[in-house]
């Protein structure tokens, strides 16, 4: 049996959320309560074991990455545990956290990472999957919200979410960790909407494609330490709470962005996706997410809804489409309203993408135009070398 | 239990291959040996029962779909039984057969539409997959060449091919029906070199993506009677033998392309990929199948490559790419040598097709850049209704 080495680390949390990486950032007080992250070491190699908001003594220096700041009922017994039988324990966390574990930082809201009331708003793939997933994990307490009764309903039968009262805020009024699962306009809105009514402790995220404008927003109204944006890469084409599915997410990556201030709330945010959903987090910032996302999301849906778009007017009727010609345009099907959006929201990246393709388009168009065969091995040998890696 | 009418159908054959419509084609006189469709109705409907080339007295009249000519002993055993029991037999033909069977025609060749010897010239994917399903059918012998010694070695060794000359010819020159399942481009060449080897009664087809030229070869060659093209809507993105599947045809369209006086050939093609692929057989014409097939299939091509193509130029390293761009792009990774053949062939009809996404690109980018949601949900919503059929 391999020999277990803990440690604990105090990150930066809402009050101070910055992180600190080596050789940057100020060296903050350690407040009254701070995000305790238990690390274990197995053969040298740092791995996530368990965390919680801890009170702690004014003053106390962590910076050593001692055990006594401790004091989280979770964390404390698994630390226990380990202590008395240092061999590896059973976890879910199997790979290593998703950023650098540094310096501490200080003062932390009382918020677990794991909540046991846990609320979303919208039911849809997105939302339903999500609350599937939660309460498979075993989260307490899931509320939902959708403006279609139908979908609240279809979602309390099949025991994806515990009750579904008739008004969102009720929903934000009664949770640690409020998901926006709307599209990507209505969280918007909804942002400031619900905002009176979500408890002083609890956290915000989305679940949206675009995260600048939801990461800005979260800044303009001053909820900049308690939300993180989330972007799961694990969507459908299809759409409702009937697409939802409780492994959606599991092993798929999901893009955490945090605002300004809000690295702390990123950090528990990421957490969460982790250890209840299965997830694998990735830290971003919302440009370079919305950036890269043009490219390899909303490119993709608009070139297969441009293939379809175009066979849509220009394919013989009952013209057969084998299966490559099916998968080149499955995203057409996406749902036209939810996609207007992330592609309004994101044009300012969409736009220059789309216009490039141009290039590409037209050096092919030459290669055939004069029967130049090793133009077109060459050109789709580009395309099949990075495709192929891809599949690796 | 429903009632089953039989009656047969004297069908076009090598030495007088004309389909006869109703008011159309001359009424040739039956030769000595004809190709005999039994078929049966259940509730007026009619379904194929088998079929075969028997031996007819000169001069004998079929115009009237009468009984007496079945004399092919799997078609008369299975008759007999019907007559006996009038009940629907069990059998593996579920479809209507892929055309319409009206007056018969005349003189036949010996050939047997389920070749007991059949010879594959390839053995990558299509070539492979059909000799793996051909051999779980029962066909007695299947013979495969390969230019790469190893894909014969392995052909063999998986049971795929009962053996693997060392020559193309020698392959030629033992079976029933000779399928050329090399590249586009070596079809063509094969067509020529192996003429010479064919036995006397055998047919030729071809698996390739375009049509028109092997058909207009196998026309110049004289091969036009004893050869029909075939296209199966079953490819896959990888390539050689070990992509070879055992079910790769099974339920898929497969077009059937006739030479100018090859209708025989084709009814008998078509018949071989039903009853022992049961794939399901679509006649053609070669023009229409080029021209339908930029649409469906080499445009699907052309733009998964394109999207690959430039991401592979654009995309950040490392960026991670979901479920939705994977399938948008899977197509590219197909062999960029076998494509390049196809493209270059069927470059008259993929140009304008290419040049035609032009203008639904320049829609939406105009709808982007004036951020007009209307246009883009339209936009969007014609490619989605579209594809959303293909699901349903």
């Not at 959606?248 to 955490?256: M, T």
């Amino acid at each position: 049996m391999d020999r277990v080495s803990l440690r604990t680390v105090v990150l930066g949390t809402a009050e101070s959320p910055s992180v600190h990486r080596p050789g940057h950032g100020p060296a903050g007080r350690p407040g009254r309560n701070a995000c305790v992250y238990v690390q274990w070491a197995v053969a040298g190699r740092w791995r996530f074991l368990s965390s919680g908001r801890v009170g702690l003594r004014q003053g106390c220096d962590h910076a050593r990455h001692d055990r006594r700041p401790v004091q989280h009922r979770f964390a404390r017994s698994r630390l226990h545990r380990a202590e008395r039988d240092p061999v590896v324990m059973p976890g879910r966390l199997r790979r290593e956290p998703p950023f650098a574990f540094t310096r501490p930082s200080v003062a932390a809201s009382f918020l677990c990472v794991r909540p046991t009331k846990l609320g979303i708003i919208g039911l849809g793939a997105i939302g339903g999957s999500l609350a599937l997933q939660a309460k498979r994990a075993g989260i307490a307490t899931v509320l939902g919200w959708s403006p279609e009764l139908g979908e609240r309903v279809a979602a309390v039968r099949q025991g994806a979410i515990d009750d579904a009262p008739s008004r969102a805020a009720d929903v934000a009024r009664a949770v640690e960790l409020l998901v926006l699962a709307a599209p990507p306009a209505a969280n918007l809105d909804l942002l400031g909407s619900l905002k009176p009514h979500v408890g002083a402790g609890a956290l915000i995220t989305d679940v949206g494609s675009v995260k600048r404008a939801i990461v800005a927003r979260a800044d303009a109204l001053g909820l900049g330490p308690r939300f993180a944006g989330g972007h799961p890469l694990a969507g459908t084409h299809e759409h409702g709470f009937a697409a939802a599915r409780g492994d959606l997410f599991k092993g798929a990556v999901v893009y955490i962005t945090s605002t300004r201030d809000g690295n702390g709330a990123a950090r528990e945010v990421a957490h969460f996706w982790e250890s209840v959903l299965e997830a694998h987090p990735v830290l971003i910032d919302a440009a370079q997410h919305d950036r890269q996302l043009a490219l390899t999301s909303h490119l993709p849906q608009a070139v297969a809804s441009l293939l379809a778009h175009y066979l849509a007017r220009a394919a013989p009727p009952g013209a057969t489409f084998g299966p490559g010609a099916r998968d080149a345009t499955r995203l057409a099907a996406s749902e036209p309203a939810l996609w207007t959006e992330i592609f309004l929201m994101n044009r300012d990246e969409l736009l220059p993408a789309l216009r490039s393709l141009e290039q590409p388009l037209g050096e092919l168009e030459r290669a055939l135009e004069t029967g130049n065969a090793q133009a077109v091995t060459a050109w789709l040998s580009c395309a099949a070398q990075w495709r192929r890696q891809a599949d690796a």
